[in-house]
């Protein structure tokens, strides 16, 4: 898939998640450039979209399985450094006991470890 084919795949998660979360596309609007409000709701929707993907295991970002999804819908040139980031990254959410704080700070380490592999809605 093209980077634009996995956004918009992934905007079918937005369109479920702004509800169920409260957050509002003006707070979430710009996290695909590293804009992350620290804000509850706006933290619970982006677990809200890692777990309609299926990469969320015990309220946890699980990196097996966000490895797995790189490999389905990612471009074959971003796939190694996006595993990469990530794997730089699951491991900040040991120091958040609540689960949306928890994906919110492990997403925002890797929009800065390598933002031209971040992809989201």
Do not use: W
């Not at 990530?86 to 120091?95: H, L, T, W, Y």
């Not at 919110?104 to 470890?113: D, L, P, R």
């Amino acid at each position: 898939m093209t980077r634009a084919q996995v956004k918009n795949t992934m905007t079918m998660m937005k369109k479920q998640c702004l509800p169920k979360t409260g957050a509002t596309e003006d707070k979430v609007a710009r996290i695909e450039e590293g804009v992350f409000i620290e804000e509850h709701s706006v933290m619970c929707y982006i677990a809200c979209v890692y777990k309609a993907i299926q990469v969320v295991k015990n309220d946890r970002l699980d990196i097996g399985l966000v490895s797995k999804q790189i490999d389905l819908l990612y471009p074959q040139n971003m796939k190694e450094s996006a595993k990469k980031a990530a794997g730089q990254c699951v491991s900040i959410q040991d120091k958040y006991s609540d689960m949306c704080e928890a994906i919110f700070y492990a997403t925002k380490c890797y929009y800065e470890a390598d933002p031209s592999t971040f992809i989201f809605p």
